[in-house]
């Protein structure tokens, strides 16, 4: 067993308005950097950007009407505004969950309903694509 393998874990947990600036990115990873120092590794959860999780709520009520679009270039310019300023290329990263989003606002508009589980997948679209930016700034 390595000695990495034999170190304590520590979970780091940053809500929506500590991961929606690159300043506040800059902070997390001086934090991780800091844990990992200490003999810690860290595992970072954490929330959807600040504001996203409404919208997205909002999204999926506005979607059965068909006038979804609006919103999904809010959710799509405020998370490529993040990465921009983080130094990664969120068109990249996010083109599938953003593809999801137009999808899933058309699949609303059809049925005219959304289920339990689609509000979930909608819910944690938001999670994952604030994920895939922070961890792709960390690895840069």
């Known amino acids: 067993m390595s000695e ?11 809500g929506g308005t500590s991961v929606s600036s690159a300043a506040n990115w800059e902070t997390i990873h001086a934090q991780i950097a800091e844990h990992i120092g200490l ?7 954490h929330s959807a950007l600040a504001g ?3 919208r997205l709520e ?3 009520d506005t979607a059965a009407s068909g006038d979804s679009q609006p919103l ?5 310019r405020c998370h490529l505004a993040l990465a921009e300023a983080l130094g990664v290329d969120g068109e990249a ?4 969950p953003f593809d999801e989003l137009r999808k899933i606002a058309a ?17 944690a679209l938001g999670e994952l694509m604030a ?6 700034y960390l690895q840069r």
């Open 107 to 123: 699949g609303v508009a059809l049925v005219g309903e959304t289920s339990f589980r689609l509000h979930a997948r909608t819910l």
């Open 52 to 54: 996203i999780s409404n």
């Open 39 to 45: 003999g810690f590794k860290p595992v970072v959860v």
């Open 131 to 136: 994920t895939a930016l922070g961890a792709a």
């Open 4 to 14: 990495r393998s034999r170190l304590p874990w520590i979970v780091m947990k940053f």
């Open 72 to 76: 999904i270039g809010d959710i799509e």
């Open 58 to 60: 909002q999204l999926l």
């Open 93 to 96: 990263l996010l083109r599938d």
